[in-house]
Every structure is written in C-alpha cells, then in structure tokens.
C-alpha cells in the first residue's frame, strides 16, 4: 500500500495530489533519491527548477568547466552496470560530459516521468494535525506529502556582487553560476572577468584564448594546482572498473575526502627540506586537488600548511614572468587548504600573456561600474577599465542559499530561516529539530562541500531511504532532530572545525563571501568515513538522538 492512501485517510484537503515523498531538486542527489525511494514503492514527485535534470552541471556551463574530482570517482556507485559501461573521456570530465551523463541516468532508471522540470518549490509548511507536508510550487500548485527531501544542492545560489553601477553596464554581463545555454563566443571582445576563485580559474584561460583583451579583477589570490587534465586510456578505465568494489569502499570508509589516495602517514615538519620539496614536486607533477594530502598535518598546524604554502607561491613565481603580476597571484592571507584549494590548466601562465592584465581590487576596489567600463578607486588614484561584457565569477550562496529562498514552516509555524538566523543548525547534517519529516541531501554539518560530493551524496540519500523504510516498517509517522542532540552536534562540528586551519581564512565554508551572513564554520570535518560510521550507528541505536512519534501500529497488530 503506498502512503498516498494512508495520508489521505487523515483527511487533509482532498483535491490536493498527495505523495509519500517530496523531493526538492533533481541534480544527482535528487536524482539518486528518486530512484532509491521508487524501489521501496513509494510515491514520489521531484521539483526541479532549472530545464533540465543535472543541478549544479545544468547551470554551470561556463568556458572550462569541468569537476576538479577525478570523474571515474566522481561519479554513482549504486549500479554496477553503470560503472562498468559509462566511458568518461577524460581525467576531469568537461561540464557538458557531466550532463549527459546525468541526463543517460534519468534516461537509464526511468526517472523523468517523476521529474517535473522548470517548477520551483516556493513553500513547505509542515501541518501538524495531519502529519505531512504542504508544499506549494511556483506554477500554482500545492501538493502533500509526509517527507520532504531538500536535494537543493550547496553551490547552486548564485551570488550576484552587491556593486554599485552593475545595472547601468551596457555590454552583457553573465555568472558563472548561472551561464547561457547558447555558445557565448568573446572574440574580439574586450572582457572582465570578477572574481578569482575556482570558476574563475578554470574560465579566464579559456576566455583568454578568444578575447581581444581579458582583464582579471583580482581581490583574493587562491591556492591553484594543475589538473594535468588528459584523455582517460582503456587501460586506466580498466583498472577502475575492475577494482571499483573495494575502491568504492575505501572512498566511502577509509577516506577523509570521499577520494582514494594515499594516506599520509607523516606530518610535513617530520621531513627535510629536500624531502619535502621532492614530495611536493611529485604531487604538484601528477596535478588535483590530492596535493594537500601529501602530508597529515597541512590543514592543522601552521608551520607544516606554509612549507605546501610556499612551495605553491615558489611555483607561482616560476611560473608568472612579471614579478609584480606573480607577486599579486600569490596567496598571502590564508593558509593553503582553508579555502577550497583550486584545480586549473594553464591558469597562472595566462597571465604571461600579452592580451592579460591583472588589476589588484584589494587595494584599488571596484569603485562602481559605468557604462562601458569598471571604475578602481585606491592607491593608484581612480582608473577605468574599458570592458565590452563582464564575466562574474563571485561564487554562490553556498550550503544555505537555496535552502533559504525556501519559504519552510516547520512545528508551530517557525520558519527555517529564523531558526537558522544565528547560522544553521541541524543534527548529523540531516534535519533540523522542529522540523519533522524534512531532510536535507549533503546538508551544513556534514561533510558535503568538503568532499567528493557524490560520495557524501550517495550516503545520504541511502541513509534517509533506509530511515523511511524503518519509519513505514515501525508504523511510525514522524521522525525529527532532538533539540540536545543538535546542540550537541552542533557543537561537534564548530569544536572539530576549531582544531583546524580552516576557519583562518574568510571562505564561504563560513559564510564570510555573503555579508550579514552569520560566521560559523557549515561542512563538518570529521571526515566522510569517520561521519558514515557515526550516521550508521546512530541508526542501529534505533535513530539516537532523534524523536519518533506515533504508534507502533504493525507491531501491535500483530
Ligand atoms: P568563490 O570561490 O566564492 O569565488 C568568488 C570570487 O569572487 C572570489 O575571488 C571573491 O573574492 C570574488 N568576489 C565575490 N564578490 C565580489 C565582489 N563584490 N567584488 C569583487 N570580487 C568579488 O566562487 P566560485 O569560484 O564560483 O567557486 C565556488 C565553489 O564552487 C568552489 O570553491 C568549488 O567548491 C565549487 N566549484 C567547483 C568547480 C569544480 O569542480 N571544478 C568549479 C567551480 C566551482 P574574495 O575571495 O575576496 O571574496
């Protein structure tokens, strides 16, 4: 029987469509969701605000990008039949690659006549006489359901900069987060590009290649390590495929990150400085983000992440031709690591190009934007930079952002946004006390951004299909965060980010790119293997810290 029928009998507004399962978003999170909840039978109706199924790969179609995770890792592990026939091309699959590979899925598990695309979630509002959710859609809709499943995404908020003038620009300005769909072709226009994290990385060398002149607008340098991305060779898809069981489970239990590499067995001051340099310089050879795992102590003590630091800026250095461009590429305000390390081809040697300029917003910032030109006012006086369109790569309001535009109503009608006023607040990352019925896919207090997001992804969505089953199993109808369990996890997670070098540097982990936006530190760094084991016992304790309702009904019937 499926919950479409037990709903209903509690009488709630008959002509409104009532399903088991609402699922925000189908990006590969939703996506997974979908397909694990439709296997247990139940029903289940996907909101989907972008065109198409892909999430973050569907809006992120900006020149350059591709995933900076190694794509035979950064891709589902839940079929075996998908992992063994899907080729990717290269080492770091381009966007438009990750796509198709996210359409080929809806395609392959049948997921679309779920999906209902171009339909934003406006509102959930939990009615407690009922047991279930009330969600309204922005075709006008409203529908119920007993769960809802947030599969947001962390980065798909794009963040427009709050810079006076932009509105009075007369060439066409684009985000990164939120890209055309059509080619965009800059030859022979003159371009600036704001912003220099990693969508800016992976985008000037290409839009270098085809503008008459680029202009980088620069107010934070950021760590970047080659991807020495290639064409994958048979050979090296067959030797993934082949040990994907146990490769798949070091990356879900063994890992920090969710990515197999080799553990660090020592911290970077237990080496010489040949040794060490040596160390580097293979990591730095073979490329990605598996440069910070050379050593185990680079994202904990300071003296240990600035000799991976320096070795970074010396590279930087070698690279850049002009010492006053090199000396403004090289990071100097946070350690290596505490801002997502960035992943690039070609980026540093594009600015030994002669079409390239470098303009340091950090002591000259943008003053306004005029019609034809961004206008710096500081130490150098006021200077106006001539622009035919503006690339802005300013990043996203990440982990919370699209949770928030979200109008939610949890018990006695409290918002999530005011709850999370202070910063957000959840247990385990997967529901937020007085918020029954409501969880959230790689959500802040679990490891999400900090690691191969379709590992954490995956977890997630088996942990909550599990948890429903139970919960349908044990005839229970609500399930939600214990207040002192989330002020202990809470807690946790601020605890082991303090013992880290993270929270030195003002990156989105903490909210610091949004102003006003509280400052705590949102991903959880336990690590995904440390995490998944805490997740999985607090199930087998029969769902610790979390408050059950309802009567046992199967069992006393029986
Ligand atoms: P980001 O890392 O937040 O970088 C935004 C950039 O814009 C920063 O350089 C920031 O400077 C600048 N900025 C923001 N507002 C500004 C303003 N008003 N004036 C001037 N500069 C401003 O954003 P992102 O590059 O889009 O990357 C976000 C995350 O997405 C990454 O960390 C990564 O996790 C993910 N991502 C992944 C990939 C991949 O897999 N390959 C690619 C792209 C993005 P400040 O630092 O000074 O604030």
């Given at each position: ?43 289940v ?24 995770v ?7 592990s ?13 080492r ?59 599969a ?17 620009f007369?060439?066409?300005?684009y ?46 340098a ?128 594009t ?72 910063g ?59 207040k ?36 705590i ?38």
């Open positions: 029987m499926s919950a479409v029928q037990s709903i209903s009998g509690k009488g709630h507004a008959a002509n409104a469509a009532t399903y088991d399962v609402v699922v925000v978003g189908a990006g590969f999170a939703g996506m997974y969701m979908l397909h694990r909840l439709r296997k247990q039978g139940l029903s109706r996907v909101y989907e605000q972008g065109g198409d199924v892909g999430g973050t790969w569907y809006w992120n179609r900006y020149p350059g990008a591709r995933c900076d190694e794509s035979m890792q950064y891709s589902y839940f079929s075996d039949e998908l992992q063994q026939q899907w080729d990717w091309s290269e770091y699959a381009p966007q438009p690659e990750i796509l198709k590979y996210a359409n080929h899925v809806a395609d392959r598990f049948k997921l679309r006549p779920d999906i209902q695309l171009g339909t934003r979630v406006d509102s959930a509002a939990f009615d407690e006489r009922a047991g279930v959710w009330s969600v309204t859609t922005s075709d006008g809709k409203t529908v119920t359901a007993k769960y809802v499943v947030l947001t995404g962390c980065l798909s908020n794009a963040r427009m900069p709050d810079i006076e003038g932009l509105s009075d007369k060439g066409q300005v985000h990164t987060g939120h890209w055309p769909h059509e080619q965009i072709d800059f030859t022979g226009l003159r371009v600036g590009v704001i912003g220099t994290g990693s969508s800016a990385i992976q985008s000037v060398p290409v839009i270098a290649e085809q503008a008459r002149h680029l202009t980088v607008f620069q107010r934070t950021n760590f970047s390590i080659p991807a020495r991305n290639a064409a994958l060779t048979p050979e090296e898809r067959d030797s993934f495929r082949s040990n994907y069981p146990e490769l798949r489970r070091i990356a879900r239990e063994e890992s920090r990150n969710g990515i197999v590499q080799e553990l660090p067995d020592r911290g970077a001051l237990e080496d010489g400085d040949n040794v060490r340099r040596a160390k580097y310089e293979t990591r730095w050879t073979r490329g990605g983000l598996t440069f910070m795992g050379v050593y185990n102590n680079l994202v904990l003590d300071k003296a240990a992440n600035d000799t991976a630091a320096n070795f970074v800026r010396d590279k930087i250095a070698q690279i850049v031709s002009d010492p006053s461009t090199a000396k403004l590429l090289q990071p100097d305000n946070h350690p290596i690591g505490a801002k997502r390390i960035c992943v690039d081809t070609d980026y540093y040697a600015f030994n190009r002669a079409n390239v300029t470098l303009v340091d917003i950090r002591s000259n910032p943008i003053e306004r934007i005029l019609p034809y030109s961004v206008r710096t006012a500081g130490k150098e006086g006021i200077r106006d930079y001539e622009v035919d369109a503006l690339v802005l790569a300013t990043g996203f309001d990440a982990m919370t952002g699209s949770v928030a535009k979200i109008d939610i109503r949890g018990r006695n009608g409290l918002t999530l946004n005011a709850k999370w006023a202070e957000p607040r959840t247990y385990l990352g997967l529901m937020s006390a007085g918020f029954p019925n409501l969880f959230i896919i790689t959500g802040p207090g679990s490891p999400s951004v900090l690691s191969n997001m379709i590992v954490s992804i995956e977890q997630h969505v088996d942990w909550i299909a599990d948890c429903i089953a139970t919960m349908r199993h044990r005839g229970l109808d609500t399930i939600e965060a214990g002192d369990a989330e002020d202990r996890w809470v807690a946790h997670v601020n605890e082991v980010a303090q013992g880290t070098l993270y929270p030195q540097a003002n990156s989105w982990y903490m909210g610091a790119n949004i102003p006003g936006k509280p400052q530190f949102m991903p959880y760094i336990g690590g995904v293997g440390v995490y998944r084991q805490i997740c999985n016992d607090v199930a087998a304790k029969g769902y610790e810290g979390f408050v059950l309702t309802g009567a046992e009904r199967q069992r006393a019937a029986s």
